[in-house]
Every structure is written in C-alpha cells, then in structure tokens.
C-alpha cells in the first residue's frame, strides 16, 4: 500500500493504475482502491468509398467500465469522411461518445463537433472533413450497451453557385466567408480576411 500525505484537498487525488491508496487529513483517514484504466488510441487509415463501422467493446452487449478509446480516421487526398451514428446507447452523463475535426482530441487543429451520451442522436451523416476523430470514455460503473457507426471515405463534392469550398472540403456559403464564425471547422473561412 502506497501513503500519500500533505495539505492536499481530498478532490484533488486522482486515482490510476492498479494500487491502494490511502489518504490521511486532519482527523481523518481514507482508504480508495484505484481501478485500472483502459487507454487506447487506433489509427484508420480509408481509402476511397471504403467504409468501416466502429463499435465499442463487446457492442451490443454492456461495455466494461473506465474506458478511454480514441479512433483517428483519415480519407486520401480530396475526399472527406462521412459518419453515421447506427446506434447509441450509453450511461446518460456519465459515459460519453465525442466526435471531433482534426488530428485527434487535445491536438492542435482539432474541433469537437459532438459530445453526445444517453439514447438520443441523429441517423443523419455528418461529414467533418479529411481527418477526423472519435472518442469513447466511459465512468467506473457499468454502462450500457454502448455505440455503433459506420464511417465511409467520400470523393469531396463540388461546392454550387454561391458556395465557397473549405480546406477541409466543406462547402459553406460565399456570405459566411470572414463573417467572424469558424464555419469551416478549420477557420479557413476566417483566413486572408481584412481587419479594420
């Protein structure tokens, strides 16, 4: 067993790893046991119109507990990823299903664009751009059945009239071009604009 003392608050310890800690305050002593985090991060890699579905752990059945995985998907040059939520299922505000732009959570460049938890999403596709990711944590009671999606690299569509095409091959409205918004999701849109 491990010993931690000072003038630390009782919040402020943070529990990892696969040990006993014990925690002695004024007056008072606390025994925890911590509980072994699951990280992992993975790599996918699409090549044109090639779809691949990601499910958590065990899907459909109940995920384990204490869990933070990361995807970070990719599509080749000039196609984008297109995402569709199959289904959802999760402990509601304490198990969470992040997507995001970019080259992974916490990572320069990088957008969450959903944070979604419970039983409701949209079966709408959603399509971020080249790069993306998604990321699952879960709390240390046991969750629910957890989540599915399908994931499919895109050729980029043209953008129409009256469109202007995003670095990330998003197409927005000409008039939302320096307008202050990051409606690219990579701030392209706000680029080479004149500041007065």
């Known amino acids: 067993m491990t010993s931690v003392r000072g003038p630390y608050p009782y919040s402020s ?17 606390v025994q925890l046991t911590a509980l072994q985090a699951y990280t992992s991060i993975t790599a996918i890699e699409l090549e044109w ?5 990601i499910s958590s752990p065990g899907y459909p059945s109940y995920n384990d507990s204490n869990l933070d995985l990361t995807w970070v998907l990719t599509a080749p040059e000039g196609h984008m ?5 199959l289904d959802l299922a ?7 299903l992040y997507i995001g732009y970019g ?5 320069p460049g990088s957008w969450e664009l959903q944070k979604l938890t419970g039983y409701n999403y949209s079966s709408e596709p959603v399509t ?3 790069s993306m990711w998604i990321r699952f944590t879960t709390d240390v009671s046991r969750g629910d059945i957890g989540f599915s999606l399908r994931v499919t690299a895109i050729l980029n569509p043209e953008c129409s009239s009256g469109q202007m095409q995003c ?10 071009r320096c307008d202050g918004n990051n409606d690219c999701l990579d701030f392209s849109d706000e680029e080479y604009c004149r500041k007065f």
Request: one cysteine or more.
């Open 81 to 85: 990823l297109q995402i569709q939520i």
């Open 128 to 130: 971020p751009g080249q």
């Open 90 to 96: 999760l402990e509601t505000d304490y198990d969470y």
């Open 103 to 107: 080259p992974g959570p916490n990572e």
């Open 13 to 29: 310890i943070l529990n990892t790893g696969d040990r006993d800690w014990s925690l002695d305050g004024p007056g008072k002593s």
């Open 167 to 176: 670095s990330s091959g998003l197409c927005i409205n000409e008039s939302a």
């Open 49 to 53: 119109n090639e779809t691949t579905v």
